[in-house]
């Protein structure tokens, strides 16, 4: 067999290990344990821990997770002011009753500290709180 004829034949699986990998990123992007991710992408939970470990696969998932953040966080941004404003608005009208606007309140000053913590927190899979009890992520058979 030359040289082109073993990569012709290499090249398809390697593409699909590729293809399968990049669905497992997006499945633990969207799911809350491992085995869940592991589900959405049809792959078997012991080969998502496996390619978990692997260095390339972690590096591409970081990239991803602060895309996805930031896609997320940005939309967020986009209709936060429009959020605000209904709150403020809640906190304001002196006819809303006294739990509503106080719940407003509230809510404005537990939503500026969690946005102070979103701010000064990295985006890795560590700081899941479902991710962390292990290094590839939390078994859902507890």
């Given at each position: ?112 500290k969690r946005w102070d913590r979103a701010a000064s927190s990295p985006n890795t899979l560590e700081?899941?709180p479902e991710y962390r009890e292990s290094p590839a992520g939390r078994s859902s058979s507890r």
């Amino acid at each position: 067999m030359t040289t082109a004829n073993m990569n012709e034949s290499v090249r398809p699986s390697r593409l699909s290990k590729v293809r399968r990998q990049d669905e497992a990123i997006l499945a633990l992007l969207q799911n809350s344990t491992l085995e869940k991710a592991a589900e959405a992408a049809k792959v078997h939970p012991a080969t998502l821990r496996r390619w978990w470990k692997d260095a390339d696969f972690r590096s591409k998932y970081e990239e991803a997770a602060k895309g996805y953040h930031a896609h997320a966080i940005g939309r967020m941004q986009s209709n936060s002011q429009a959020a605000v404003a209904t709150v403020m608005r809640l906190m304001a009208n002196q006819a809303t009753s006294d739990s509503v606007r106080l719940q407003a309140a509230k809510y404005l000053l537990d939503s500026g500290k969690r946005w102070d913590r979103a701010a000064s927190s990295p985006n890795t899979l560590e700081s899941r709180p479902e991710y962390r009890e292990s290094p590839a992520g939390r078994s859902s058979s507890r």
